[in-house]
């Protein structure tokens, strides 16, 4: 199956900056996913973005299928923005069965 | 419309027990996983229900099995409780399972095994 890798592992940030958040994965994907975990556990869907650029608020999101890699752009950070980050990718062409990566945790600071 | 409802959000077992949890999907989501979250192995993948069929599987022991009833709910077996098997069991639905069908995550059930 695929290998995930997130990349920092951890980030700490002041309200209002800016960050960038990686993902590579060993193989090509074709049904990318971007999620949030809160404090409490809940795994929020971000992006489906198998290529290409999307944006939603303060967050968007770039994947280049053919290198292999996808990138989460948070913009003017919220402490509400801060939990784990999880990059996921299909194992075997079945986009139910994801394969997530490590994640990146962020903790936003006032 | 509802999001993925998960029950109960918290249950202590003792070793040896077996414990079912239940999920239900956003409504009209055909396609139904279940996924393992522990600290040290992340996030894995149980199993994926489409139509009441399992239709794939992850690398854990026969005692985890799930099912998928008619309304598309779905419960998680497992039996013969480890203490290793304390974990976060995030239950996620989509549409059909396929590309093009984004997962949907319900809040979870944390389980503790003492």
């Known amino acids: 199956g695929i290998q995930v890798e997130q990349s920092p592992p951890d980030l700490i940030l002041q309200e209002g900056a800016n960050s960038t958040l990686r993902c590579n994965f060993s193989?090509?994907?074709?049904?990318l996913q971007w999620f949030h975990q809160n404090p409490w556990g809940q795994l929020i869907n971000l992006f489906y973005?198998?290529?290409g650029t999307k944006q939603n608020g303060r967050l968007s999101a770039t994947t280049v299928a053919t290198e292999r890699y996808s990138l989460l752009y948070i913009s003017s950070s919220q402490t509400t923005d801060s939990g784990v980050y999880f990059c996921?990718?299909?194992?075997?062409?079945?986009?139910?069965?994801?394969?997530f990566g490590t994640g990146t945790r962020l903790q936003v600071t006032l | 419309k509802a999001g993925v409802t998960q029950t109960p959000r918290y249950l202590i077992k003792t070793r040896g027990q077996q414990v079912t949890l239940s999920c239900s999907p956003i409504?009209?989501?055909?396609?139904v996983s279940w996924y393992q979250q522990t600290p040290g192995q992340g996030l894995q993948f149980l199993f994926e229900?489409?139509?009441?069929?399992?239709?794939n599987k992850g690398n854990f022991p026969g005692r985890f099995s799930g099912r998928q009833f008619s309304n598309s709910r779905s419960e998680m077996n497992v039996s013969t409780l480890e203490l290793g098997d304390s974990a976060l069991y995030l239950c996620?639905?989509?549409?059909?399972?396929?590309?093009?069908?984004?997962?949907?995550f319900g809040n979870g059930t944390r389980l503790t095994v003492t």
């Open positions: 229900y489409f139509s009441e069929t399992q239709r």
């Open positions: 996620a639905s989509s549409l059909s399972g396929q590309a093009y069908s984004p997962l949907h």
């Open positions: 193989d090509s994907v074709n049904n």
């Open positions: 973005i198998p290529s």
């Open positions: 996921a990718g299909p194992n075997t062409g079945t986009a139910s069965k994801l394969t």
């Open positions: 409504s009209g989501h055909r396609s």
